[in-house]
């Protein structure tokens, strides 16, 4: 098994907000590892639960969203300087698919996010990240220029209006790879070495 990097993946059923306290924990606990494996870059995406209506309970407001971002990468750095962070931007919604989805429903909801918050929450991210001084990705943008900037085209990459089809990670992947190669050019996986070595060195050494 060639080993170059290791993912962590870490989700929560308890909201999916910037104020998930499960994602909170999860970075605190990070802080006070330093015997911790080392994080060389670490991803935060939210936003798309944030922005939901007001009467929704994930919906944070933007002014706070932006500063637990802010705090997140405070506490990231707080427990190793050199760990690279990343924010992505929430992608857009398609309010034609999220209505239909809601509507069909055994028990219907009425629409719950609207295409103009999301994209001031992505811009949020942006401004969290300049402030952070972090690299940003966004998926916003990324997503809106595949789709023509066309709201009804985004079904080619949303499943339902919010959640990504394959097609749209396959943007996002596309995105984070970009930012990686222009930013951090080092830790791109192309240029970084095995955890262990390849069998050929092993059958080389003599080991």
């Known amino acids: 098994m060639y080993v170059k ?12 907000n910037s104020e998930s306290g499960s994602i909170r924990s999860w970075i605190q606990c990070l802080a006070a590892q330093s015997h911790a494996a080392k994080i060389k870059i670490l991803v935060v995406w939210f936003g798309a639960n944030d922005a939901c209506v007001e009467s929704s309970s994930q919906h944070v407001p933007l002014p706070k969203f ?3 971002l802010k705090d997140m990468v405070s506490l ?3 427990a190793d300087p050199e760990t690279r962070v990343i ?3 929430p992608p857009p919604v398609n309010t034609h698919q ?3 989805d809601l509507s069909s429903r055994v028990t219907p909801l009425a629409l719950d996010r609207t295409f103009e918050a999301t994209r001031a929450y992505a811009e949020g991210v942006k401004e969290a990240a300049a402030a952070s001084k972090v690299s940003v990705v966004d998926v916003w943008t990324a997503l809106w220029t595949a789709a023509e900037e066309r709201e009804e085209a985004l079904s080619e990459y949303l499943s339902d209006g919010l959640h990504l089809r394959p097609e749209g990670y396959a943007v996002v992947y596309e995105a984070l790879m970009k930012t990686i190669e222009q930013e951090h050019a080092d830790l791109h996986y192309e240029r970084i070495g095995y955890v262990f070595p390849v069998w050929t060195e092993l059958a080389t050494s003599g080991i």
């Open 76 to 78: 990231i750095h707080s």
């Open 98 to 100: 999220r209505t239909a």
């Open 5 to 16: 990097l290791t993912s962590v993946d870490q989700g929560t059923t308890e909201g999916g």
């Open 87 to 89: 924010l992505i931007t």
């Open 66 to 68: 932006i500063a637990n």
